[in-house]
Every structure is written in structure tokens, then in C-alpha cells.
Nanobody, 121 residues
């Protein structure tokens, strides 16, 4: 099993910044793509950003140029630097990783518990 622990959410004024972190632990054989999704009240969960092991990144159009995803492979951690935050960025942010466990060998998607980000106008 793989456990994800997120941190870094909170309340910030519009134009401010926050940095989210997500550390993976457990019976990890290999970490593949790591990323972030978010879900605002009354809306579907949406992709925010992802990063492959090779460093290829993907961003939602709404955050391109404001958010930056990065990862520390030695620490099994993914980060999301969020700058110039807007009220519409308010949501619960979820860390997501695709990981392989060795015993049994399995590749699965894992989700964090979510961290609240609130941006006031």
C-alpha cells in the first residue's frame, strides 16, 4: 500500500501564493506520474497539473503560467507552487500518484486526503 500525506493548504488573499506538498510512503517499488487535482463545491474534480518521472509537465489552461509542479524523486514528494492566486482557485486540492508496489506487483493510482485552499477577494 501507498500512503500520501498532503500539506500546505490554507487561506490567502487574491494575488498571494501557497505551496502544496505531498509525500508518498509505504511499499513503493516505483513512482510514475505524480500530480494534483482539485474540486470546488458543486463542481467535478479537475486536473490541475501532472509531472512524469522524466519531468514532462501538463497544466490546466486555467493555471498555466501561475502554478508550477515539481517533484523530489529521492524523497517521493511532489510540490505545487501556486502564485497569483485567484478566488476561482478555491477548492480542495488532491495529490494523485501512480505507483508500483512489489509484493504483490501492482500498478495503481493513489489519492491523498485533500487539503483546502481558500482564496479571498
Amino acid at each position: 500500500q501507498v500512503q500520501l500525506v498532503e500539506s500546505g493548504g490554507g487561506l490567502v488573499q487574491a494575488g498571494g501564493s501557497l505551496r502544496l506538498s505531498c509525500a508518498a510512503s509505504g511499499s513503493i517499488f516505483r513512482l510514475d506520474a505524480m500530480g494534483w487535482h482539485r474540486q470546488a463545491p458543486g463542481k467535478q474534480r479537475e486536473l490541475v497539473a501532472t509531472m512524469t518521472t522524466a519531468g514532462t509537465t501538463t497544466y490546466a489552461d486555467s493555471v498555466e503560467g501561475r502554478f508550477t509542479i515539481s517533484r523530489d524523486n529521492a524523497k517521493n514528494t511532489v510540490f505545487l507552487q501556486m502564485n497569483n492566486l485567484k478566488p476561482e482557485d478555491t477548492a480542495v486540492y488532491y495529490c494523485n500518484v501512480r505507483a508500483a508496489t512489489l509484493i504483490p506487483f501492482r500498478v495503481s493510482d493513489y489519492w491523498g486526503q485533500g487539503t483546502q485552499v481558500t482564496v479571498s477577494s
